[in-house]
């Protein structure tokens, strides 16, 4: 089973999107709030370089943005 974690805030609406779409598959997910919490913040940058959200992070592969495809083809390789 893939460990996914979604680095976001509360009100992008790109993280909301990304949430519902892994709803819609049935993939459990971590959804971690970088809005409010620096320790996460910090964690998601050393990870990837980058600030921008959503991140989603798929047994440690990095995707930046809510990619469906890049999304979908990660999954299906663990």
């Known amino acids: 089973m893939a460990i996914v974690k979604i680095y976001g805030t509360e009100i992008c609406p790109w ?3 990304a949430r519902e779409f892994l709803k819609t598959k049935k993939i459990k997910f971590n959804k971690i709030d970088v809005g409010d919490n620096e320790k996460a ?4 940058v050393e990870k990837s370089g980058q600030l921008s959200v959503p991140q989603i992070e798929i047994n440690g592969k990095i995707i930046i943005g809510f990619d469906k495809e890049a999304i979908e083809t990660e999954l299906e390789n663990v």
Request: hydrophobic residues 45%.
């Open 15 to 17: 993280c909301i999107k």
């Open 41 to 44: 913040r910090i964690e998601m």
